[in-house]
């Protein structure tokens, strides 16, 4: 199960009950960030998530508005008694960015680990595997993807009919190869089919490009920017590279996923609601986010 | 006229419904910010205070409680389309700390002049002179005093007795030395006496030292921290350079200020209010701020 919570869906400037888009992941136990925008940590604490287990934090681009609330969130880890290290990941860029954030706050006890990714890099966080994949915004720019693989089922009759020893059963389901007297056993001989484990797409800030379709493709959950909503601003999305509203629920209908988290927004639309019944006219399945949007993704919608 | 609003009252982290401690004065159609740590933009915008006509930012110190709302306010600024350039007062350090902020915030399209502050130096915004004054803290920090002078009234009896010509009484009423035909007519010779201003004083993070103690010598207002009011905690302010509520009671009680304002409560302290009446009885006019805590002090009073 995947649990994630959108800190803020403000884009630019946090306004009054709107903070910067940000999102929490959390999964088995560990948690991750997606930008950290001014404010973050408030929200975090406006809904009691403690900031100080965050396992790593990714970071999309450089500009302020992703980025200003990481000197905040790293003190206030250190006053929350944090001694483990944290990685934060980012394009490249990052060495420079951190560099000013350890300007700012630098009185933090704990280690931090940069990583700065090449094109299409892929990382793990215990069982969740990230890639990152490009966007096109007005300074580098990278979106995420997430997924929670599924193990297959264990299937007895398939172990039985390989002549697997009882005694290996329990470690080969574990994904273990096991070789004794000349003779190796593969996890393939006592699993069934593969099955399709869970996929969240985060993409902010970017125009609609293939690269984020593709990434989006059967998406259990596309979250990404709706900056504009009112179509006299398309030239201007166009000219900023943001995305309208309406192309993020065209690239989400032909990506096919499952549903579309818009989030993002100027600080000139002062009611994104407003653009709910357009935007569903195009993907049925879309969400105009408020801070605090939450849900709970468990494999298949309910199967165990 | 000087309208001062407090528009946080935290200390260390901001936690929900408490922003960090900084001070916006408004003078004269003028604007100053003291400290700005994570959120200050934020409840500005709570406040329907806009941030784009900010003259001057001072900073007490460089913990990042204090100063990590700079890049976001800055470009919240500019996103306001700001272009004035913008002036930032800070002990020294200053310079250092501005380098992460042009790190995090890179598009910053106004001027902005950083000036550091020796010991005990002053400057001036229009009409207000702002004096700093060492404070002892675990890094070095200077507290602001800021005095708003008063004109003396115009002595009609006294000009017409030093046979000053009326042409010359406007001119000379607003501060102006006037010479002709080898005459020269000066101020003094139409004003009356010299009238008490208004005095604010601001002092966090801090221990009650003796230069806290004189700049707040009979101010109308002092706002200081309040870190702690539980006397169990009296070794821990000692040892991290805070001070107690108590101690600030006192020293505001000696210096005969008009005004108390504590701020800057631990993030440990859940209800100042619950000492309230224990600081009361060491200095009566003392007010347990709140966010937004907000004053209009005229001169005198209510006088004209």
């Known amino acids: 199960m995947i649990e994630l919570t959108l ?51 990714a970071i999309t681009h450089f500009h302020a508005d992703h980025t200003a609330g990481l000197p905040g969130l790293l003190l206030s880890m250190a006053k929350a008694d944090r001694t483990e290290p944290i990685v934060i ?56 993807t997430m997924e929670l693989k599924r193990t297959p089922r264990f299937d007895k009759e398939k172990a039985v009919a390989n002549h697997i020893p009882l005694k290996y059963w329990g470690r080969l389901q574990k994904g273990n190869t096991i070789e004794e007297d ?44 709706g900056m504009y909503g009112d179509e006299e601003k398309a030239d201007k999305a166009k000219l900023n590279r943001h995305m309208m509203m309406q192309e993020a629920c065209l690239l989400a209908r032909d990506a096919e996923v499952s549903q579309l988290w818009l989030t993002h927004y100027s600080p000139s639309m002062h009611d994104p609601f407003q653009y709910r ?25 309910g199967e165990q």
């Open 7 to 57: 800190l803020g869906t403000g884009g630019t400037v946090p306004l009054p009950g709107r903070y910067l888009t940000s999102l929490l992941v959390r999964w088995s136990g560990h948690e991750m960030l997606i930008d950290c925008g001014e404010g973050t940590q408030i929200s975090m604490k406006e809904r009691n998530l403690p900031v100080r287990h965050i396992d790593a934090i």
């Open 89 to 144: 990941y980012g394009p490249k860029g990052l060495h420079e960015m951190m560099e000013g954030v350890r300007l700012i706050a630098r009185y933090i006890p704990f280690e931090i680990e940069e990583v700065e990714l090449e094109k299409g890099d892929s990382f793990t966080v215990d069982n969740l595997q990230i890639t990152s994949f490009p966007l096109r915004h007005s300074v580098p720019c990278i979106g995420y």
């Open 182 to 225: 000349g003779v190796i056993y593969t996890p393939d001989q006592v699993l069934g089919e593969e099955r399709k484990g869970l996929k969240v797409v985060y993409a902010t800030d970017t125009r609609p490009v293939n690269a984020l379709a593709e990434a989006a493709k059967h998406a259990d959950l596309l979250i990404t920017e």
């Open 277 to 301: 019944d357009v935007c569903r006219s195009i993907f049925d399945h879309t969400v105009i986010s408020t801070d605090g949007q939450h849900t709970d993704l468990s494999y298949d919608h």
